[in-house]
């Protein structure tokens, strides 16, 4: 969604993403579809979690649980996404 929200596009939070659609194959480039009226819309990107629980399963050498409290700022959370090094 970042690109969208820079040159050409320049659309802002909650702006919809209007787009339209065509086939292209062997015979060459289909009619374009009518623009979508329901769809994508822009979201800001969230903030890092800020209180991160690490807590070591006892007995278990090679797992650990992590628990957080949600990010406030968001109506609803899709999806969280854990990186480890």
């Known amino acids: 969604?970042?690109?969208f929200s820079r040159a050409p596009f320049n659309l802002k939070h909650g702006d919809?993403?209007?787009v339209?659609?065509?086939a292209v194959n062997a015979k060459g480039t289909g009619i374009p579809s009518l623009p979508n009226t329901e769809g994508a819309q822009m979201v800001s990107s969230p903030s890092t979690v800020a209180s991160l629980i690490y807590t070591k399963i006892p007995g278990k050498n090679n797992q650990v649980k992590l628990?957080?409290?949600p990010i406030p700022s968001?109506?609803?959370?899709?999806?969280?996404?854990l990186l480890w090094d």
């Open 16 to 18: 919809s993403v209007v």
């Open 20 to 22: 339209r659609a065509s």
């Open 1 to 3: 969604m970042h690109a």
């Open 74 to 81: 968001l109506d609803k959370v899709v999806m969280y996404e």
């Open 67 to 69: 628990s957080w409290q």
